[in-house]
């Protein structure tokens, strides 16, 4: 397939098939941060020795992202670049997620840090090569915004999905069922479909043999090297580390501390994620009108505050909806923003560079 026959604007149809291994990503953004840790610690017994298995294998492998990237950037296929790492990642994905959510046997520390290390080769094998593939099929620095902007309303489907599960199963079944395992299962099931669509309704340029450039490791420290784009990374680091602390402490803060029900705590999590499907839409115009940066920053500073005034709410069902649902209307602007802005970084690179 050549450049030419590469479409410049995806239809929405197109764009959502493409943005649907957003789903599956999302389910698992709320299911193993806020859910799957307490369901080691307290089901199984692990303790305060599941939430040092999550921190340092995930640490870890935030060491291995950059040499996939490399192989990812160096593959040369009949199916395209990104196309084939996608697929890959789907099924090492859906292993991991039924072993961690849906054990067949009782599960140690052992055994919950080995299939971590899966599940993250697998997550990293989706989100890595699913990002990619968005940053150069879109035509544009404004479409860039369009398609990152769909992935991230549909990852914010993925993970209220998920949350609804503990709703209802609370209500069937009383409060003390553990929804782990269907959230386990609803991923087992999105991930390869999800995969199949992107895969299969959208095309991608085929780089034959000898036609990619030559991505090495030194390639990714010149651009570390660069100012812009060193800004942008710290900035990640610390976008995910505020709201990857509220997402492990969420279910203590709000049944320990404030004496809600896991379900009234799933709602509350609902509201903010249903926001963020509005926010998301609502970021990526504000974006185009005022610039990446700009929004971000203005978002970041309302996340924060709002983050603060939690600690001083009444604890009423009313007051924390409101702020839920405020924090959710900003809290995609994070990923879908940065994100966006690296493949902007990429576009600077190859006017400066000619590669």
């Known amino acids: 397939m050549t450049s030419a026959q590469q479409p410049s604007r995806l ?9 649907a291994p957003g789903l599956p ?8 941060s806020v859910f799957l840790p307490r369901y080691y610690a307290s089901h199984f017994g692990l303790g305060l020795a599941a939430g040092s298995a999550f921190a340092a294998v995930r640490l870890i492998d935030m060491l291995f992202d950059p040499f996939i990237g490399v192989f990812m950037d ?7 670049r990104y196309r084939p790492w996608l697929l890959l990642g789907a099924p090492i994905l859906m292993l991991a997620v039924y072993m961690l959510f849906i054990p067949p046997i009782k599960p140690g520390i052992g055994y919950l840090i080995a299939w971590l290390f899966v599940y993250y080769l697998g997550a990293s094998l989706t989100l890595l090569s699913h990002t990619s593939w968005a940053s150069v099929i879109a035509s544009n620095y404004h479409e860039r915004s369009r ?3 769909m992935i991230q309303m549909i990852g914010v489907a993925g993970a209220a999905a998920v949350l609804v599960l503990p709703v209802v199963m609370e209500r069937a079944m009383g409060p003390h069922t553990d929804a782990a395992p269907a959230m386990g299962w609803f991923v087992v099931i999105a991930a390869p479909v999800c995969a199949l669509l992107a895969s299969g309704l959208t095309r991608e340029k085929v780089v034959r043999q000898g036609e990619g450039e030559k991505v090495t490791l030194r ?25 990857g602390w509220m997402a492990s402490l969420y279910l203590f803060s709000f049944r320990s501390v404030r004496g809600f029900s896991i379900g009234q705590a799933s709602i509350f999590l609902l509201i903010y994620i249903f926001a963020g499907i509005v926010g998301a839409a609502l970021i990526s115009r504000v974006a185009r ?3 990446k940066h700009r929004t971000q920053m203005a978002s970041c500073v309302f996340y924060s505050l709002g983050l603060a005034c939690i600690a001083i709410l009444p604890n009423t069902i009313f007051a924390i909806s409101a702020m839920m649902l405020a924090l959710g209307l900003v809290s995609q602007s994070f990923i879908l923003l940065d994100r966006a802005m690296i493949a902007d970084v990429g576009d600077a690179v190859r006017l400066e ?3």
């Open 25 to 32: 990503v999302g389910a698992l953004a709320v299911a193993l």
């Open 353 to 355: 560079t000619g590669h």
């Open 219 to 243: 390639d990714y420290l010149s651009l570390i090297a660069r100012p812009d784009l060193r800004r942008i990374i710290v900035a990640d680091f610390c976008l995910m580390m505020g709201p």
């Open 11 to 19: 239809s929405l149809p197109r764009l959502a098939a493409f943005a």
């Open 147 to 149: 398609v990152f902007g």
């Open 74 to 80: 160096r593959t040369t296929s009949r199916f395209g």
């Open 289 to 291: 009108r005022f610039g």
